[in-house]
């Protein structure tokens, strides 16, 4: 039975990926960094229903004794790092904790693979964030990289400790460049699961108006179980690589509130209403990803469209709400 280790098992991707990875017969361990709320730190797992499934091993991105001894005990055939402060608007709050945590935790778990485990098979999370000011229309994997948070900028660093680890040290280890992804799982300070939940919040009459920054920018939204399934195989393949991971389709924020507003039969510019404060202090305008080499060399592809998601988000959290209501 393989052994996978994730970093970010909490996280939305780190539940999917966990589920795929029991779905195909491994033993799953995830990092969990200690927190004062335990009982509701494992939410995402719970509601895919495999709590009980995954082993959580206590430690931190940020303290490499942890990590050696973990990789260490476990001794995983893969490495999956997506632990991360991920969101882009607190990165200019918490830029020096941003770079320890998605930039220098990255340089930790590489290091314990390399001092410990050097034949285990690694992912990184990197981002599509890296490109920022876009430099071509279309972004593949030899787009030139211009980052524009200290969110984007800790992941470039990581992105390329990940290609140095690979050609210095022989290590399998890949990058996935990830378009933005989301699902009932996403983070509700995102903006896409925040239009849904305040889609449903609406709906039910428990609020009127949903507060939102910028509505003109655009982003290539993919399904979170689908990108999973692309960190899966890269680290299948014979060669360690970095692939970009997204639909080829972008959407303005004003464009998803429409569609989401519609599924619950409502008209967006009765509801939303926009915020300077939300406002960044730079913003990334356009996403618009290229999936070619990730088509043709891991033979992936989407599966699910932007509409079929919006429902199955605003479903969810239509249900959450409703069951808040009766408790
Ligand atoms: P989430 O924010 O949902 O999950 C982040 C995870 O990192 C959580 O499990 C969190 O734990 C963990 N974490 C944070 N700080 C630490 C720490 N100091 N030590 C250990 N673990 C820590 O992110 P997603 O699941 O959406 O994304 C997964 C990865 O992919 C991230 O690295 C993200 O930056 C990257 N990415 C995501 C994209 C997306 O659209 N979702 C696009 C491109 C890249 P806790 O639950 O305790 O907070
Ligand atoms: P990101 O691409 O990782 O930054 O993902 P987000 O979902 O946080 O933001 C996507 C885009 O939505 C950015 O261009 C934001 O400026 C824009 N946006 C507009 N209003 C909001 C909002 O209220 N919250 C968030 N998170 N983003 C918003």
């Known amino acids: 039975m393989p052994t996978a280790l994730i970093t970010g098992i909490t996280g939305q ?3 999917y990926l966990s589920k795929l990875l029991l779905q195909k017969g491994y033993r799953v361990v995830g990092l969990l960094r200690r927190s004062a709320s335990a009982d509701v730190v494992g939410e995402r797992l719970r509601w895919l229903g495999i709590r009980d499934e995954v082993e959580l091993v206590d430690g931190n991105i940020t303290d490499l004794s942890s990590l050696i001894r973990i990789v260490e005990t476990i001794k995983p055939d893969e490495v999956y790092n997506l632990a991360a ?12 904790l941003t770079g320890n945590v998605t930039g220098m935790g990255t340089t930790n778990i590489l290091e314990a693979v390399r001092i410990v485990k050097k034949d285990a098979r690694f992912y990184q999370a990197s981002s599509s964030e890296m490109y920022g000011l876009i430099q071509e229309p279309m972004q593949s994997e030899k787009t030139p990289f211009y980052p524009r948070s200290p969110y984007a900028v800790a992941k470039l660093y990581a992105h390329w400790m990940t290609v140095n680890y690979r050609e210095s040290f022989g290590i399998h280890a890949s990058s996935g460049i990830l378009f933005n992804h989301e699902s009932p799982l996403r983070g509700i300070e995102f903006v896409t699961r925040k239009v849904t939940d305040g889609v ?14 910028n509505l003109d920018a655009t982003r290539d939204w993919g399904y979170a179980p ?7 195989l890269m680290l299948q393949q014979e060669k360690p690589d970095d692939y970009v991971i997204a639909t080829g389709r972008t959407t303005s924020i004003r464009d998803f509130c429409k569609i989401a507003f519609s599924y619950a039969g409502l008209n967006y ?7 300077s404060d939300l406002f960044r202090p730079a913003e990334v305008e356009v996403l618009l ?11 992936w592809a989407p599966t699910v469209t932007l509409e079929e998601m919006v429902a199955e988000m605003i479903e969810a959290d239509l249900a959450r709400h409703r069951n808040e209501k009766q408790a």
């Not at 882009?88 to 918490?94: D, I, T």
């Open 13 to 15: 991707d780190g539940a």
């Open 85 to 96: 402060q991920s969101f882009v608007g607190s990165s200019w709050q918490q830029p020096i």
């Open 200 to 213: 449903a919040r609406i709906k039910l009459g428990l609020a009127s108006k949903l507060q939102l920054g």
């Open 226 to 232: 689908d990108y999973v399934n692309a960190m899966y």
């Open 269 to 275: 510019e009765d509801h939303v209403v926009t915020s």
């Open 289 to 299: 990803g290229d999936a070619s080499k990730a088509r043709k060399k891991l033979n």
